[in-house]
């Protein structure tokens, strides 16, 4: 912008004041028409550049001219406009870009987002580390054992004896060439992840408390609800004076912190070799409150796990290790739940199959 | 099986409540009702209501009307009539029929009662309610004839099997033996069996006449022509009927029952029961019921010994109920009287002292020992009306030794963009054998789920390959996964289980979109997620080698060329690269699949990598490249080493900025630019030092044959 250095006359305050209000004009219009870096430059340059900038080209002209009892008001008036130039300046630097000049910059902003992908944890890793942490708040260890068992393990020691129809319920998959060797030696793949609570009361006396999680795997013929191979929360507390109550107020807690506080726990009778007495747990149904729904079959009810005091031939067995476990003097609770199925009530999946293809469409919708 | 409470109500009448009620009173014990179907009439009055029941295996004692209403007699405690058939006097015989038990170790009661002059044909009116045709009716079990549905009504009613024979078939008498070698018999599923010398066999004597607690034999069976009978009414061992009948291949009510132990006792009920409903079309009985009794195994079932039971265990097991009070003395002998036992008490004079003999009934095999006891008192009292306490804690809380280590494995992955899978534990020998990191020691099933799932997988390999291909053929063309899972490898003796991680990728990065172009993922975008997984842990050195092809040692799954093997610490802790084209081709695989295995139980031997701060110089970095041309056969390890091998403090990183060819260079040249960073902690770089340190790079990367472009 070209500024106008006015001709100075005469050095009284009225014709000083008409010069400087003019430059001021001048220099407030210049800042107020900078719109981009270069602008702001320029205007630095051409009013406070040391050679050839006008403040010092003003000074020069004028302070030479004036008569010595003038020169006091004009450096006055002087520093003033060199303060306002200054300010003007440092607002032009603060104020950066003009909108005109960030127009320019525009993008669309509608375009989707250009995504990392975050991998998704397995559905039933994040059930099984839900339900351990559960059980570990409540002083729970986390405890595992091999996927392929002795039949001592996972049959004998469990109080299932050989030739036991309860075996029948626990279709099994055994490693080949086992015939010939004793019963409890043979190998197999473990029905459930109970034998760990062996494994675990034979190496540690009471009082102990373990959640076990793993993989297991029966030879059962798959539907939309059964997988030969699957996952199984076990839980073990054994000590002195632990009653059925007990079992009863743990689960209950551990499934309102899995369910929601709402949830509502029913416990019946049922079977299992290797506590009594036995019970299945169900929950208030978690989609309809209890009212009945087509998940519930209408009964407002879902059955979630199995558990029961631990059987005293069970604890006969871990003496045979540990002579702690008398059962006489400890008692001591089971349990264990299914990870699949409260996967799949937790997350809405119909078909168990589909947590073991590896559909990376399906996968996905977990991350 | 399915329950009328029609029939329930007529043993007690005096049921309190509607069929609803009484449905869910008896599952919250452990009776577990399945279904409820209204039958007509209303609740409570006329055909009442149809149970589909769900009653666990070692209930069978309950698995019939007269076990249920047992049940439901507890519960309300109401008195349980005993069940009696009365039956006309029999005519007396000079010579009673012969039952000789043979086996004494398998069977343990047999009774038997002649029949004559019977009219074998459709059932008649039977009391004056004609039970059979009305209950067959609403169960809608078929009439046949009298026989055979007189010994189907005792199954109904009591759970008793029971067996009627031609009596004119029989020659001489009955055996309870095994079989001899070669002996056969036509069973009256129309087989022709052989048996083995361990089948448990009820013969006359001459012939073997049916699988004793199975099937009875065919030439012995009730025809039309039949004008007398035998009744059988038996007790057999359960493991001598279970051993038969799996022989056979069988699986009968009969069989079921007796495998899951019979009540001893109830027998000559059962019989009078099949005789009376045969009898109401005429025909009159021979002599007084034959009842063969082996006092050993009597012993071990009607008569065993009383056992002890304390109310303090009661309630040490037990615990708190909703109802202060408690369980009380009353509470179990309510309970376990209901239930058919005997109670003697034998515990001090104070109520917290109460202590009982316990007898226990014929029926109820599954009752041995005092546990069983509390948990017949705990079930009938009502599971729910015990209190929710919690126990104390415990010792310290221990998490898996490699528990932390797992979780950084797959924190890394994911955050790498691959998805969490789980594959098949399984795979085919074949499979096996290509990826196996040891040849020959998969471990095979005995019976596995498929000839594709017959060995037990040594690596998740495998599993990976067929996840990836399920991708591809189901047309998701960007596919990256890992599992996390165990592998294992021995033989049929012993089996080692190793934890292992297997990952694989194939299509474009994800980082795509409108503004930026698709980019296939290749060897080095796995190649650094291994790194960052290897990362994690404390390691003294990692490197990446290959071998020559014709060493043999890259694993078969391989690209021998696009494959490297990952050591760690000197360890040798996995393989990965492209697939062999080969193995490729065989799946129908197009696009270039990238995988590999991580074997974590080494990886877990090293700690968890502890960041440790370095204090972040103030002073200016100098970044400064040196554009090179190497021969092919120079790989950037060696430029990498030979510049780590100058040792210059201020040399703080450099790397491989720009690898590429240009027509412009020799055949077999590449052209590298080699980016370094110089910065020293305690002062500003002269240009002098920078000029030296400089010339040093040049000269070193020369030696080992790279060239400045000019
Ligand atoms: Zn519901």
């Known amino acids: 912008m070209n500024i106008e250095i006015p001709n100075l006359t005469a ?10 209000v003019q430059l001021e004009r001048q220099a407030r219009a210049a800042a107020a028409a900078l719109d981009n870096e270069a602008a702001v430059d320029g205007f630095k340059l051409q009013w406070l550049g040391r050679k050839q900038g006008l403040l010092n080209e003003i000074s020069g002209r004028w302070l ?3 008569p010595g009892e003038a020169k006091k008001l004009l450096g006055v008036r002087f520093n003033a406009l060199k303060a306002v130039v200054e300010t003007l300046l440092d607002e032009a630097l603060g104020a950066g870009p003009t909108d005109a000049a960030l127009a320019r910059e525009a993008i669309d902003i509608t375009l989707p987002g250009t995504r990392r992908l975050m991998g998704a944890e397995h559905p039933i890793t994040r059930t099984l580390n839900e339900i351990v942490s559960v059980f570990a ?5 986390v405890g595992v054992g091999p996927e392929v068992e002795t039949d001592y393990y996972n049959f004998e020691s469990m109080n299932f004896p050989p030739g036991h129809p309860a075996r029948d319920t626990q279709d099994t998959l055994v490693v080949a060439g086992q015939e010939r060797r004793p019963q409890r030696d043979r190998l197999l793949m473990r029905t459930h992840t109970s034998p760990v609570q062996m494994r675990t009361m034979e190496s540690q006396p009471p009082p102990v408390r373990i959640v076990i999680p793993g993989k297991v795997h029966r030879n059962d013929a798959a539907d939309a609800t059964h997988s030969p191979i699957f996952h199984q929360v076990e839980g073990l507390c054994v000590d002195t004076n632990i009653t059925f109550s007990d079992l009863k107020g743990t689960l209950d807690h551990a499934m309102k912190v899995l369910f929601g506080s709402a949830v509502k726990t029913r416990f019946f009778p049922s079977f299992f070799p290797f506590t009594e007495p036995s019970a299945d747990v169900q929950i208030s149904c978690i989609f309809c409150g209890g009212k009945g729904c087509r998940k519930c079959k209408n009964s407002g009810w879902i059955e979630l796990l199995g558990c029961g005091m631990v059987d005293p031939a069970v604890f006969a067995f871990a003496a045979e290790k540990q002579p702690a476990y008398d059962p006489k003097k400890i008692s001591g609770f089971a349990f264990g739940m299914g990870v699949e199925r409260i996967a799949m009530m937790k997350y809405g999946i119909s078909e168990i199959g589909s947590l073991f293809a590896g559909d990376m469409r399906f996968l996905g919708q977990f991350a | 099986m399915k329950i009328l409470t029609k029939w329930l109500r007529a043993y007690l009448p005096g049921l309190p409540v509607d069929d609803a009620r009484l449905a869910e009173d008896l599952t919250l014990r452990g009776i577990a009702v399945e279904g409820i179907y209204d039958l007509g009439s209303g609740n409570g009055s006329g055909n009442g209501s149809l149970f589909e029941m769900d009653i666990t295996t070692n209930r069978v004692d309950a698995m019939n009307h007269y076990g249920v209403a047992r049940e439901a007699a507890a519960i309300y405690g109401l008195a349980l009539p005993v069940l009696d058939f009365a039956l006309p006097e029999f005519r007396p015989t000079a010579k009673p029929f012969s039952v000789r038990i043979e086996a004494e170790d398998a069977c343990g009661r047999f009774t038997a009662r002649v029949l004559r002059g019977v009219t074998i044909g459709p059932s008649r009116d039977w009391f004056a309610g004609a ?58 599923d129309g087989v022709e069996r052989t048996l083995d010398p361990e089948d448990l066999i009820i013969a006359d004597h001459l012939k073997p006449l049916g699988l004793a607690g199975v099937m009875g034999g065919w030439d012995s069976m009730i025809t039309t022509e039949t004008k007398n009978v035998l009744v059988e009414a038996a007790w057999f061992d359960p493991v001598a009927v279970r051993r038969t009948a799996r022989r056979h291949g069988l699986h009968t009510d009969a069989s079921h029952r007796f495998e899951r132990g019979a009540d001893f006792n109830a027998g000559h009920v059962a019989s009078a029961l099949v005789s009376s409903i045969l009898l109401a079309n005429g025909g009159w009985i021979e002599g007084d019921l034959v009842d063969a009794r082996v006092p050993a195994l009597e012993a071990r079932t009607a008569n065993r010994k009383p056992v002890e039971l304390k109310l303090s265990e009661v309630r040490r097991i037990l615990g708190a109920t909703v109802d202060a009070e408690g369980i009380t003395a009353a509470t179990v002998e309510g309970v376990l009287i209901a239930l058919g036992c005997g109670l003697a008490t034998c515990g001090g004079a104070a109520l917290d002292n109460a202590a009982w003999l316990v007898t226990l009934p014929s029926w109820r095999l599954d009752l041995e020992r005092e546990i069983d006891l509390i948990e017949e008192v705990a079930r009938v009292y009502g599971y729910n009306r015990f209190a929710n306490t919690l126990p104390a804690f415990g010792e310290g809380v221990r998490a898996l030794p490699w528990a932390a280590q797992e979780s950084e494995v797959r924190r890394t992955l994911l955050a790498a963009g691959f998805h969490e899978a789980i594959g098949s534990t399984f795979c085919s020998a074949a499979e096996a054998a290509l990826t196996a990191p040891q040849p020959g020691l998969a471990v095979p099933l005995g019976n596995p789920l498929s000839e594709e799932a017959g060995v037990l997988r040594p690596s998740p390999v495998a599993g990976m390959l067929a996840m990836i291909a399920g991708n591809l053929h189901r047309d998701v063309s960007d596919v990256r996964l890992f599992e996390l899972g165990t592998v294992f490898s021995g033989t049929t003796e012993k089996v080692d289980e190793r934890p292992a991680l297997s990952f694989g990728a194939v299509g474009t990065l994800p980082e795509q979109g409108a503004l930026h172009a698709a980019r296939a993922i290749e060897f080095h975008d796995v190649k650094g997620v291994v790194e960052q997984v290897v990362g994690r842990f404390h390691a003294r050195a990692v490197l990446f080698d290959h071998f020559p092809a014709e060493a043999g040692l890259t694993p078969e799954w391989l690209h021998p060329y696009r494959a490297a093997r990952v050591v760690v610490d000197g360890m040798t802790a996995g393989w990965f690269g492209q697939l062999h084209p080969r193995v490729a081709a065989e799946r129908k695989l197009k696009d270039p699949v990238l995988l590999g295995e991580l074997y974590l139980d080494r990886l877990y031997k090293l700690p968890l990598r502890q960041p440790i701060a370095r204090e972040i110089s103030r002073f200016q970095p100098v970044r400064r490249d040196f554009s090179l041309v190497l021969d092919v056969s120079i790989t950037w390890e060696k430029i990498d080493q030979a510049v780590a091998g100058l040792r210059i403090p201020e040399l703080v990183e450099w790397r491989a900025r720009e690898v590429f060819r240009d027509a412009k260079l020799g055949a077999g040249e590449y052209a590298l630019l080699l980016g370094a960073t110089f910065q020293a902690a305690d002062r500003t770089l002269r240009e002098e030092e920078l000029q030296e340190f400089q010339s040093r790079v040049v000269e070193a990367v020369g030696k080992v044959g790279a060239r400045l472009r000019s």
């Open chain 1, 11 to 20: 050095f009284d305050e009225a014709a000083l004041d008409s010069a400087f």
């Open chain 1, 64 to 66: 030479k001219a004036a």
């Open chain 1, 137 to 141: 708040a409540l002083g729970y260890s």
């Open chain 2, 131 to 188: 039970e059979v045709a009305t209950y067959f009716g609403l169960l809608e079990q078929k009439q046949i004839s009298n026989a055979v549905d007189a010994t189907n009504f005792a199954w109904i009613a009591m759970g008793q099997p029971t067996h009627v024979f031609d009596l004119d078939k029989i020659e001489g008498g009955i055996v309870v033996r095994r079989a001899r070698k070669g002996e056969r018999v036509k069973t009256l």
